[in-house]
């Protein structure tokens, strides 16, 4: 090959990998998490009665490359080309019962001092195989860890997606247990004896993002 | 028994401790919140009395223009830096809170200065000795949605008041008929000072220039129980007033009485006197079914013969006053056993035994730290370009706040305070339009 027709050639290589480098950049798709509409609610129980903390302040973003599907019209969830970037944090202290003495119990036993944060990074996300119909929620298998009271722990949980007007609502559900996390279940001690809390807990969550 | 049906009638939790001084100092009190006390005279240094014997409060800086006060309460917080400019306590960055305690007149711009500095306020009340730096005041916390104001009606802090306004609020006293309210103590109100000038300057409360008078100064927390009781806010207000004893040239009378006028043909009497103590302070409210006595952090109710039996009441312990039995009422949620006993056994059977400022002071350590820690952890997962969702968050906070009397309750009270002062140096009756209670 002559000189001029090598360089033309190594620059056009050159070029189309430039060119598809922006392309599939320009594809990533980056969701910040959205103060309006998002909570996550711990149900738990108690030897007197259950109970229910909430967090409003669900900070992060979710980055997928290309675009998410958001025709929910399909018969099949479609797999996402490549696992999609997730980080979320909550802060401890965001959780409210709507009782200040029961907050500070929970805030106690969550060493929140040491640990301010809840953190949930993903590792993996595929189409659910449950069964759906046309219309519903796009339904995904994630595999992720979260962290609380600083101990990380893989966690399974099943999460659906939901296109809206700003961006996508994330919904998802898992039980976990204090224990898991090094959390000693709270025994206060009041004017009727102790509570005992129970050591299993509902997460569920709903998170609103907004499109970048 | 008792106590157990009347707290379901109120739909409280069972599970609220115990509060007594020494429980909340064993107890995890949430963080410190560090205090700077603007003002050293009477109130200020009993505010930094009562900070002392919280768990949390520190109090970091003192501030007073008079050397002699600010040393004085220095004795009581010797740890406290001492400062004889505001300007000086708010550029301290140790503190994080601000108690203003100066005379009511002094409030407002102290007030504007703390909030652009970044501290947390407990505005004493009135707010201030006008309509105009009332609204300042609260314009001012309601542009600074950053830092916690809490207004400093302690009434709405004291849990057996609390608790009272949920029962009045399920209908116990039937329709509202009327209410009636006294303080009366024999004092000259007057205080000495080593000079001409500085007993000028002490004694603003007596020149009605500076203060509202009695109705103000002293009368602001019954004002405000009347609207936070009978959930209205006064249409007209009739005041008169009179000097009787003290008449040594001051220019506020020592005996005033007014009628507030509310919404349904509602009438509302208050009278304070500095010239006779008989029946110190109290408040009824009358209702079709039965009328309802407050007296400091206690309640009786005492029901009509042909009101309907509400069950618990059998049981209760009562009070005879003259030829009227009184149901003891009292917010004890963790006692399920019957309040007996002599009328010496009040303080065991209440355990609410801590002053309203004890309280109000507690319960803003408590919302400052909410506040501050959800505006912070708004910001670290938000930012903070969109005040308008910030806001919006602040008022899901409310939820975990303790009770506590906020700008626009201080506002609102101080506006009664202003027009019922105006009505008792004018001897006559002033309208009070509703628009005058809202902020613009």
């Given at each position: 090959m002559k000189l001029?027709?090598?360089i033309i050639?190594?620059w056009?290589?050159?070029?189309?990998?430039w060119?598809?480098?922006?392309l599939?950049?320009?594809?990533n798709?980056t969701?910040?998490?959205?103060?309006?509409?998002?909570?996550m609610?711990?149900?738990g129980?108690?030897?007197v009665?259950?109970w229910?903390?909430?967090?409003?302040?669900i900070?992060?973003?979710?980055?997928l490359?290309?675009?998410f599907p958001?025709?929910?019209?399909?018969s099949?969830?479609?797999a996402?080309?490549?696992?999609?970037?997730?980080?979320?944090?909550?802060s401890?202290?965001s959780l409210?019962?709507g009782?200040p003495?029961?907050?500070?119990?929970?805030?106690a036993?969550?060493?929140?001092?040491d640990?301010?944060?809840?953190?949930?990074?993903l590792?993996?996300?595929?189409?659910?195989k449950?069964?759906r119909?046309?219309?519903d929620?796009?339904?995904?298998?994630?595999?992720g860890e979260?962290t609380?009271?600083g101990v990380?722990?893989?966690?399974?949980?099943?999460?659906?997606?939901?296109?809206?007007?700003k961006?996508m609502k994330?919904n998802?559900?898992i039980?976990i247990?204090m224990?898991?996390?090094g959390i000693d279940?709270?025994a206060p001690?009041?004017?009727?004896?102790?509570i005992?809390?129970?050591?299993?807990?509902?997460?569920t969550?709903?998170?609103h993002?907004?499109?970048? | 028994m008792?106590?157990?049906?009347?707290?379901m009638?109120?739909g409280?939790?069972?599970l609220?401790?115990?509060?007594s001084?020494?429980?909340?100092?064993s107890?995890?009190?949430?963080?410190?919140?560090k205090?700077?006390?603007i003002g050293c005279g009477y109130h200020g240094?009993?505010?930094?009395g009562?900070?002392?014997?919280?768990p949390?409060?520190p109090v970091?800086?003192l501030c007073?223009?008079?050397?002699?006060?600010?040393?004085?309460t220095?004795?009581s917080a010797p740890d406290?830096?001492?400062?004889?400019n505001?300007?000086d306590?708010?550029?301290?960055?140790?503190?994080?809170?601000?108690v203003?305690?100066t005379?009511?007149h002094?409030?407002k711009e102290?007030?504007?200065?703390?909030?652009?500095?970044?501290k947390?306020?407990?505005?004493e009340?009135?707010?201030?000795?006008?309509?105009?730096?009332?609204?300042?005041i609260?314009m001012?916390?309601?542009?600074?949605?950053k830092?916690y104001?809490?207004a400093?009606?302690q009434f709405?802090?004291?849990p057996q008041r609390?608790f009272?306004v949920?029962?009045?609020?399920t209908?116990?006293w039937?329709?509202t008929?009327s209410a009636?309210?006294q303080w009366?103590k024999k004092t000259?109100?007057?205080?000495a000072?080593p000079t001409?000038?500085?007993e000028k300057e002490?004694?603003?409360r007596?020149?009605k220039n500076?203060?509202?008078g009695l109705?103000?100064?002293?009368g602001?927390h019954?004002l405000d129980?009347?609207?936070?009781f009978?959930g209205?806010?006064p249409?007209?207000?009739?005041?008169?007033?009179?000097t009787v004893l003290?008449k040594?040239?001051r220019?506020e009378p020592?005996?005033?009485?007014i009628?507030l006028?509310?919404?349904g043909?509602?009438?509302a009497?208050?009278?304070?006197?500095?010239?006779?103590?008989?029946?110190?302070?109290y408040?009824m409210?009358?209702?079709?079914?039965?009328a309802?006595m407050v007296?400091?952090?206690?309640a009786?109710m005492?029901?009509?013969?042909?009101a309907p039996m509400l069950?618990?009441?059998?049981?209760?312990?009562?009070d005879?006053?003259f030829?009227?039995v009184g149901?003891?009422?009292?917010a004890?949620?963790t006692k399920?056993?019957?309040?007996?006993?002599?009328g010496?056994?009040?303080?065991?059977?209440?355990?609410y035994n801590d002053t309203?400022?004890?309280?109000?002071l507690?319960?803003f350590?408590?919302?400052a730290?909410?506040h501050?820690?959800?505006?912070?952890?708004?910001?670290?997962g938000f930012?903070?370009?969109?005040?308008?969702?910030l806001?919006?968050?602040l008022?899901?906070?409310?939820?975990?706040?303790?009770?506590?009397a906020n700008y626009?309750?201080g506002?609102?009270?101080?506006?009664?305070?202003?027009?019922?002062h105006e009505a008792?140096?004018g001897n006559k009756?002033?309208?009070?339009?509703s628009e005058?209670f809202?902020?613009?």
């Amino acid at each position: 090959m002559k000189l001029s027709q090598r360089i033309i050639c190594y620059w056009s290589v050159l070029s189309l990998i430039w060119a598809s480098t922006l392309l599939s950049q320009a594809q990533n798709t980056t969701y910040k998490g959205m103060f309006r509409g998002s909570s996550m609610k711990v149900d738990g129980t108690s030897t007197v009665h259950d109970w229910t903390i909430e967090s409003k302040l669900i900070s992060g973003a979710i980055e997928l490359k290309g675009a998410f599907p958001s025709d929910l019209a399909v018969s099949e969830v479609p797999a996402l080309s490549g696992t999609p970037k997730a980080d979320v944090k909550i802060s401890a202290r965001s959780l409210k019962s709507g009782k200040p003495k029961m907050d500070q119990v929970m805030l106690a036993a969550m060493k929140a001092d040491d640990h301010p944060w809840i953190t949930y990074s993903l590792k993996s996300l595929a189409p659910s195989k449950a069964e759906r119909k046309s219309g519903d929620a796009l339904a995904y298998d994630s595999v992720g860890e979260l962290t609380v009271s600083g101990v990380k722990k893989e966690i399974k949980m099943p999460v659906t997606f939901t296109p809206t007007e700003k961006g996508m609502k994330i919904n998802g559900k898992i039980q976990i247990k204090m224990t898991d996390y090094g959390i000693d279940p709270p025994a206060p001690k009041i004017a009727l004896g102790l509570i005992t809390v129970g050591d299993e807990l509902d997460l569920t969550f709903e998170w609103h993002t907004q499109k970048k | 028994m008792a106590s157990v049906m009347a707290v379901m009638a109120s739909g409280k939790d069972v599970l609220q401790p115990s509060p007594s001084l020494a429980q909340a100092a064993s107890t995890n009190a949430g963080p410190p919140v560090k205090f700077g006390v603007i003002g050293c005279g009477y109130h200020g240094r009993d505010i930094v009395g009562t900070l002392a014997v919280l768990p949390n409060a520190p109090v970091v800086a003192l501030c007073d223009h008079y050397g002699a006060f600010l040393r004085r309460t220095g004795r009581s917080a010797p740890d406290a830096k001492q400062y004889a400019n505001y300007k000086d306590l708010l550029a301290d960055e140790n503190v994080e809170a601000v108690v203003i305690a100066t005379p009511s007149h002094q409030h407002k711009e102290i007030v504007q200065d703390a909030l652009k500095a970044g501290k947390h306020v407990y505005c004493e009340a009135p707010l201030a000795s006008t309509i105009e730096d009332a609204k300042a005041i609260a314009m001012a916390a309601h542009q600074h949605p950053k830092q916690y104001f809490q207004a400093g009606l302690q009434f709405r802090s004291d849990p057996q008041r609390d608790f009272l306004v949920d029962y009045v609020r399920t209908g116990a006293w039937g329709q509202t008929v009327s209410a009636r309210s006294q303080w009366h103590k024999k004092t000259s109100w007057k205080r000495a000072a080593p000079t001409n000038e500085r007993e000028k300057e002490i004694n603003w409360r007596l020149d009605k220039n500076l203060s509202t008078g009695l109705i103000g100064e002293i009368g602001i927390h019954q004002l405000d129980a009347k609207s936070w009781f009978l959930g209205k806010r006064p249409q007209a207000i009739t005041g008169i007033g009179s000097t009787v004893l003290w008449k040594d040239g001051r220019s506020e009378p020592d005996t005033v009485q007014i009628n507030l006028e509310y919404e349904g043909g509602i009438h509302a009497g208050f009278d304070i006197t500095l010239c006779n103590s008989f029946d110190t302070d109290y408040e009824m409210y009358y209702g079709t079914d039965a009328a309802l006595m407050v007296r400091g952090s206690q309640a009786w109710m005492f029901k009509e013969a042909d009101a309907p039996m509400l069950g618990w009441e059998v049981y209760a312990k009562k009070d005879t006053f003259f030829k009227e039995v009184g149901i003891y009422l009292v917010a004890n949620a963790t006692k399920l056993t019957t309040v007996t006993g002599s009328g010496e056994d009040d303080a065991k059977d209440n355990p609410y035994n801590d002053t309203p400022l004890y309280y109000a002071l507690e319960n803003f350590v408590h919302n400052a730290y909410v506040h501050q820690s959800g505006v912070e952890d708004f910001i670290a997962g938000f930012g903070d370009e969109d005040e308008d969702v910030l806001r919006e968050y602040l008022v899901e906070l409310e939820g975990s706040k303790k009770p506590a009397a906020n700008y626009k309750h201080g506002y609102e009270a101080s506006v009664i305070a202003c027009k019922a002062h105006e009505a008792i140096l004018g001897n006559k009756r002033i309208e009070i339009p509703s628009e005058l209670f809202e902020l613009a």
